[in-house]
């Protein structure tokens, strides 16, 4: 055994589902799970969600995550396979992510800051449109946008509600952002724009207490929103591993191509 198998030391987590909970126990009786402050590498079968869940949750850990699926979409995960894992850990691919990092400011005075793998998202609450003005590096560059919402996407995130919002998908290692726009109405033919990675992205609700917003950073939702500032938090890395067959840069590269 090579030494890059045998130093592989495995924390294996899961998500509370039952087809995760029975996998999670079949690894740990064939190949041991250590505790969290021991492992190298962090297992973590679930979903999607759950693999968004476990990026946050161990963002301070030194160990990379490697996902396998067993959820539905898995776009973040590898393959479930029981085989030869250390042996697929040890030949997987590492990638590193740069979160993005909002900080919302309430109708009450309150800010609250969070941060989002995917995209940070403003939504209308209301049957009404939001009005929102849009600044890129302080300078106003949108002045006034009438939609459903807008969202700020990383290329991991871009293939999520990104794309399903009509949103280009960036290559990883592309050091932009993408801008979207959810259900325009005015400009009505503004399709958003790609940004340096390094921009900071303000966004300011127009007429708030009649066309009330709600900023999402991933899972944590901040209502009533009046000033909404997004930016990469280029401190913060996110180290997750991949097959080299199915790694997450050709993933998004194959996304480009579906029917």
Not at 136 to 162: F, H, K, M, Q
Request: hydrophobic share 45%; with cysteine; net charge neutral.
């Amino acid at each position: 055994m090579s030494d890059s198998i045998s130093s592989v030391r495995m924390a294996v987590v899961a998500a509370e589902t039952p087809k995760a909970q029975f996998a999670r126990q079949r690894l740990a009786d064939r190949y041991g799970s250590v505790p969290l402050d021991q492992a190298t590498v962090i297992v973590a079968l679930g979903g999607d969600g759950f693999m968004l869940e476990c990026l946050h949750r161990f963002i301070d850990h030194p160990a990379p995550i490697f996902g396998m699926n067993r959820g539905t979409v898995g776009f973040l995960l590898n393959e479930y396979d029981e085989a030869n894992l250390p042996e697929r850990i040890s030949r997987a691919v590492p990638v590193s992510l740069a979160p993005l990092r909002m900080e919302a400011r309430t109708a009450g005075g309150e800010v609250l800051r969070a941060l989002a793998i995917n995209e940070v998202s403003l939504l209308r609450e209301t049957r009404q449109a939001a009005r929102l003005r849009i600044s890129i590096d302080e300078r106003v560059r949108l002045d006034e946008l009438v939609c459903d919402g807008v969202l700020v996407c990383t290329p991991a995130g871009s293939t999520a509600y990104n794309l399903s919002a009509h949103g280009p998908i960036l290559p990883m290692g592309a050091n932009v952002l993408a801008l979207t726009p959810i259900s325009a109405f005015r400009p009505r033919r503004w399709r958003g724009a790609i940004l340096p990675h390094a921009s900071r992205v303000g966004i300011e609700v127009l007429e708030a207490e009649k066309r009330p917003v709600s900023a999402v950073a991933d899972y944590t939702e901040v209502r009533d929103v009046i000033r909404v500032s997004v930016r990469e938090d280029a401190e913060a890395r996110l180290r997750m591993l991949f097959d080299r067959e199915h790694h997450l840069e050709e993933r998004i590269l194959k996304e480009q191509f579906e029917a």
